[in-house]
DNA sequence: AATATTCCCGTTTTT
DNA sequence: CGGGAATATT
């Protein structure tokens, strides 16, 4: 037996440099593992996980925590190939709050059938708290609400304590606000995500007894990174660990990009001080990269000023270059893309790994269709998106309602979806007399005194409580069997069953909500409807990145965290976008820029073979269409291993006078935007499409087909061709 | 009450 | 540009 043991010992130790082998040894007491990109730490993190297990406690006594539920699930299943760890607890924080508030409802004072409220549900209950507090939205604005609830829960202050900060009238409103919203959220049961957090650091602090169970229970505690923590993170990493001191944390404070939602990279960077007895591992070496890439990412973080000092090396190969290249639009950026995409798979790359970053979703939609009109294939990380379809939502509102009658936010979404003709009128008029009455509107409906205050209209809001007395049934089912009786009885099937077109049908998407439903019960076949509730309400976007398909994958720059690809596109390299700046024009803070080139080096430093950089002269953000002015990002790039193409326009010209010479013909900006099938508008014969191209040294030549039936043919640079979007054409051809 | 239409606004990133 | 809300129409 102890030879076996010493065996899986042996085994989780092999090929590990030094630093990573005293992570992965190291058992008892706090231990900071700070972890540059592509250095292994995963790989750490499971060994070390495996190796506790095998040597000084049970998995179950373990608790991993990571950023994301695909995160969680991945080292889940690392570990498991080990086959020494199973029975870990892995999940994110967001689910082990949820898990552990649900579990022990009594004692942090929360209904056992709370329900998750999303932001969206956050701004409907923003906007009931300014009508309750008799506030104009107009100078209230909820969207500025919103951000300062956020901000108060984030710092882990109630509405007392929010109210007791400030004095001036702005401040004292917000608290009254605050306060509102707090009592209506409570009154309905729900928690936002933010409670999730706020709450469990409380009841930790507040119940001894609670903190010192759940120190029983997870006699180890690791928390994958670190650097995003917010104050309830931290609080509740430091509760769960305040006797034992077996935390184990890992991070690194250049990829701290959340700080827009509370994270403070003082977590990380104090960690020495909170924990002085703390051994401190620095993993420095990059496995990922090659060394182009290093040195380009290396070399745009030293420019963040607030930094501890790293030095990133690599025994991998130099590599290609870095490519940095200006297009002209937006759409020539896609264009390009693309078609650099094809002609990378045409050699032999996998669209597997293959993946493009940009700063704002917006920017998904112009590659979308450049990509398509390629014919290459792609995902795109949006896992919440799915959730956040109109037909999804109301299916989820009524398991809200079936799982806690007191959620006013999801009763309201259905109770005239689908119409059953009860409209504002009867819907103000109910919810009046339910407040009037002291009762929740779910109960105010069932009651025939105030039914009979409605007039006509009673009668449509009886069948409605009859409905929702039937549903309950779904209860007793598993997920997707609940899933399906609520979708069939509530009349949603029928609603859209003739609505839609294509692929993004809203019929199409219920069977989907089902089928997913149906693939969490066989992973969870003891899940009940509630937790597979918390679960969608939990989903994040990169939690939608399939691993296992030849697609493309597109994602925003914060989902790429942790992710790595054998080719990388960056797009949009433009002051003001990548640095991201909301004030153009205004004063911009200092601390932003350092966040974004965080970002930035978080998206470089995915690569592993191929990067490339890109950028467009004039983009069109929100209708319109603006000169562009590169990154400054881009000049903090070394000179050497980073080739730019920054032919044609004038932006940024380094050698004035002196046209750059353009080695790699593959992509010329001027001529990437035409393609075969390319939509034209001539000022003579109208509209056509391209039939073919073909690219000379010098000169390009197009042959395009006309709707008048006619063939013609140019120089692209000399026709008076114009581009024209596809949709604006509809179904011409 | 339900649907069709216009208009107006806000502009990141997300558990 | 695009979504949501206010407004017009049936």
Redesign the pocket.
Known sequence: MQTSTDANIEMLLTDLSDAQREAVTHTDGPLLILAGPGSGKTRVVTRRAAHLACTVTDPHRILAIT???KAAKEMQARVDVLGVANGMTVC????LCAKLLRWHHDRAGVPKNFTIF??DDR??LI?KTLVRCNLA?ENW?P?SVEQEIGRAKNAMLTPEAYAQNYGDYQSRTYARIYETYEKLLTEMGGLD??DL?MRMAMTLDRDGELRTELENRFHYVLIDEYQDTNAAQYKIARLLTRDRKNLCATGDPDQS??G??GADIENILSFEKDYPSASVVRLEQNYRSTKRILAAADSLITGNTQRKEKALWTENDEGVPVRVIAFESGEAEAFGVAQDIARQTRGGASLRQVAIFY????LS?VIEEALMREGINYQI?R??EFYNR?EIRDVLAYIRVLLNPADEIALLRVI?TP?????????GRLTAAAQTAGMRVIDALMNEEILSGLGR?AAKVRVFGKLLSNLTAALELSPPKALEFVISHSGLRAMYKDEGDGDDAPRGNLDELVSAAAAYHEDNPEATLIEWLEYAA??????AVAEDVDKVTL?????AKGLEFDIVYVLGLEDGLLP?R?DFGGLGSED?TE?ERR?CFVGMTRARKGLTLTRARYR?????TQRTVRSPFLDELPEDGVECSEQGGDSGARRAGRRQPVDHGELPADVAEWTVGTLVEHPLHGLGQILSIHRGARRTHVDVQFKDGEKRSWVLEFADLKRVDF?DVGDAF
């Open positions: 950023f994301t539920n994110t924080f967001h689910a999303d932001r701004r409907k906007k939205s604005s969207a995500f933010d957090l990009i959340y827009w939602r700063r704002v979703n917006s939609r990380a896992g919440v109109k005239n119409p059953r003709g009860i409209g504002a009128t009867t819907i209209s939990l989903v994040s976007d990169v939690d994602m925003t720059l914060h989902a991201f909301r932003d966040e970002l069109m953000m929100r209708g319109i949709d």
